[in-house]
T-cell receptor, first 114, second 115 residues
């Protein structure tokens, strides 16, 4: 099946710094990728849809200037959490769609902001 | 509005016992239906999916699910659980008309296995 990787798997940063998370489709091209946030013991919350060559589409309530998304190529999308604060600590997961709404998920990135 | 309901927040089952996790959806037509599993601190793995055809679908790790249109349900079953099945299980619905392929997620059911 299709493989999606994420890097880093775990990151700890100081409050006020920025953190970049990469999402790569390893064996297929993805013109669209999704970024999710998952709070402890909660379901996935779709943050934004990343579109190759164009601006990302953000879900209501998600700050565009705080969560910068860049989909620079058909295999790479990045999420940058700018000026991170402790409340941004979470598990971030990306996915890329396959056929008929099936999505392939990355392993996730655990962000801890001190 | 489209929605997915997993009525059980957590379920405890003895190892070797059978399992059924419930999923109900609200959707205007036949959606694409998925079950994903998430082990602690991990990403999501697809267990099985239903697009069309046979309403009983087989997945990985011995799981199966049955699509019942009349009940708007897609319950996940396994005849005999193993301790390694302890995880969070998510039901999701895909919109056949959505070219962006977004999924609507249930809240998840945590499966606890008793020795």
């Amino acid at each position: 099946g299709a493989v999606v990787s994420q890097h880093p798997s775990r990151v700890i940063c100081k409050s006020g710094t920025s953190v970049k998370i990469e999402c790569r489709s390893l064996d297929f091209q993805a013109t669209t990728m999704f970024w999710y946030r998952q709070f402890p013991k909660k379901s996935l919350m779709l943050m934004a849809t990343s579109n190759e060559g164009s601006k990302a589409t953000y879900e209501q309530g998600v700050e565009k200037d705080k969560f910068l998304i860049n989909h620079a190529s058909l295999t790479l999308s990045t999420l940058t959490v700018t000026s991170a604060h402790p409340e941004d600590s979470s598990f971030y997961i990306c996915s890329a769609p396959g056929l008929a709404a099936e999505q392939f998920f990355g392993p996730g990135t655990r962000l801890t902001v001190l | 509005a489209q929605s997915v309901t997993q009525p059980d927040i957590h379920i405890t089952v003895s190892e070797g016992a059978s399992l059924e996790l419930r999923c109900n959806y609200s959707y205007g037509a036949t959606p694409y239906l998925f079950w994903y599993v998430q082990s602690p601190g991990q990403g999501l793995q697809l267990l099985l999916k239903y697009f069309s055809g046979d309403t009983l679908v087989q997945g990985i790790k011995g799981f199966e699910a049955e699509f019942k249109r009349s009940q708007s349900s897609f319950n996940l079953r396994k005849p005999s659980v193993h301790w390694s099945d302890a995880a969070e299980y998510f039901c999701a619905v895909g919109d056949v008309m959505d070219s962006n392929y977004q999924l609507i997620w249930g809240a998840g059911t945590k499966l606890i296995i008793k020795p």
